[in-house]
């Protein structure tokens, strides 16, 4: 929005802004935030930050915890939900060190930013343009307790058909299990609520191609936004988040993009659309490629396929993440790609046919992660993919161009399949983590404290008795 303090000193009176808020990511990819008020906002906030408390975000040793947040005054943002009219602002965590402050190496958007320079180092790419699209969902109750004696979470939504038969104000219309996708209104109870969102994502410069109720019937939504440069795009999935949660919250709803909140509905996926550009020309593009993708694109393919078991630990990081990626859904279960395939991983939409919209999609992300490290390792597997000229045909991926949930068990145990726990994903980030330290892009300090942690809350998902163990087992 600024492209120096002097205009954001301007802009803060001639709009009667009287806070600013600075907006930090911590480790797993929730956002924090410290506000001054606006005539706080000076030379020496830009030079020297605000001071903060690292190892309280998950990044540091408490003995080396004292860090700086240096704002981003090309991000700021009018906060459509403050109370106070509140001027916001991304910005990059640096550590307390002499002579000069440092950029902290864990932190998410410095490691985005790192494999961006990375990537042009290589000389393969100036740019990776990338698509998220949004899936979640949006309850009007939600409630959860877990405790030594008991453990329970009860969900409602007053448009699922379990609400069939309620005597409270009902007008009979509700949406059929796994029947929501594309459905109208007044069966789509909340296609006015996406509207709303959407106008506040444009006002935020992130640009909707198209929003709809997805498959979920009990309130699945999702949003389509147009691609853009990796680390821009990773700021606007935090604010995209940010803006749903507290525009359903400001209608007395709740949103969440938990994988999977439902047993036997559809999950909620962070499909991730990507191709890259050199001198804004398109790299993945070739008339006479398979499906017109070019060897490049070939071999990045090639790169995410051989990481993604890896890769599964950064977009995949929760253990409600595995109960999505299971058979009988749109969700991917298998290793490969494919044209036009929604089974596969790894899509290549038949539509996208200009050469500057040839791209593909991965399928097996989801909201849960962190997408500054998410988006750097995707990248970072890929041009490893390209570096090492790993061939996806040569490497027994595909191309997969018919249903892969149709298998039988014989032709299953031919095709690698994705990881089906948080620990499993874990153990294959530990044995193969290598592309992720190329050009000190991710360091191993971040992948150790990352798998310590992720441990830590497998643990105790593992640890925890389930009430469906108790139908199961109890009376033998």
Not at 127 to 153: A, L
Not at 301 to 307: D, K, R
Not at 429 to 447: H, Q, S
Request: charged share 25%.
């Amino acid at each position: 929005m600024f492209k120096n303090l002097e205009q954001a000193k301007d802009f803060c009176n001639k709009n009667n802004i009287k806070m600013v808020d600075f907006m930090m990511v911590d480790l797993n990819g929730r956002w924090r935030h410290v506000t001054i008020p606006a005539d706080r906002l000076t030379e020496h906030t830009m030079i020297h930050g605000i001071g903060f408390d690292g190892s309280n975000y998950g990044f540091a040793p408490v003995e080396k915890s004292d860090m700086v947040f240096i704002p981003d005054l090309s991000s700021a943002y009018i906060d459509e939900f403050a109370e106070i009219k509140t001027l916001a602002m991304l910005g990059d965590v640096f550590v307390i060190d002499l002579p000069e402050n440092r950029r902290f190496d864990q932190d998410p958007r410095n490691v985005a930013y790192h494999a961006q320079e990375y990537m042009k180092r290589s000389g393969i790419a100036d740019e990776m343009r990338i698509g998220p699209e949004f899936e979640f969902h949006v309850f009007d109750h939600v409630s959860y307790e877990v405790k030594p004696q008991g453990s329970k979470f009860k969900i409602d939504t007053e448009q699922a058909e379990w609400n069939t038969g309620s005597e409270k104000d009902n007008l009979g219309y509700k949406m059929a299990h796994k029947s929501g996708y594309h459905m109208a209104p007044p069966l789509d109870k909340l296609s006015g609520f996406r509207s709303r969102v959407a106008m506040l994502m444009e006002n935020q410069g992130i640009k909707v191609k198209y929003h709809h109720h997805e498959v979920g019937g009990p309130g699945q939504l999702e949003f389509e936004v147009e691609l853009g440069s990796m680390l821009e795009m990773a700021d606007k999935t935090m604010m995209t988040k940010y803006l749903i949660k507290n525009a359903a919250v400001a209608e007395n709803k709740t949103a969440t993009f938990l994988p999977k909140p439902l047993y036997g509905e559809a999950g909620n996926g962070l499909h991730v659309h990507m191709h890259l550009f050199k001198d804004g020309q398109p790299v993945f593009y070739d008339k006479n490629g398979y499906s017109q993708l070019s060897e490049p694109a070939l071999y990045f393919i090639g790169g995410l396929l051989t990481h993604i078991k890896a890769l599964c630990a950064f977009t995949n990081p929760s253990t409600n993440s595995y109960k999505r990626l299971v058979p009988g859904y749109e969700a991917p279960v298998t290793i490969g790609y494919a044209t036009s395939n929604r089974s596969s991983v790894i899509r290549i939409p038949a539509y996208a046919k200009a050469p500057e919209d040839k791209r593909f999609e991965l399928r097996s992300p989801d909201g849960t992660c962190n997408p500054y490290y998410a988006y750097a390792a995707i990248l970072m597997a890929g041009l490893d993919g390209i570096k090492n000229k790993i061939n996806p045909n040569e490497s027994g991926f595909g191309p997969y161009d018919f249903n892969l949930y149709n298998l039988s068990p014989e032709e299953k145990k031919s095709i690698k399949q994705l990881p089906r726990t948080l620990n499993e994903s874990l153990d294959a980030l530990e044995a193969d983590n290598k592309f992720l330290l190329e050009g000190g892009v991710f360091p191993e300090k971040l992948i150790e404290v990352w798998i310590k942690n992720k441990r830590t809350e497998a643990e105790r998902y593992n640890l925890l008795p389930h009430p469906v163990e108790f139908e199961m087992y109890y009376d033998l």
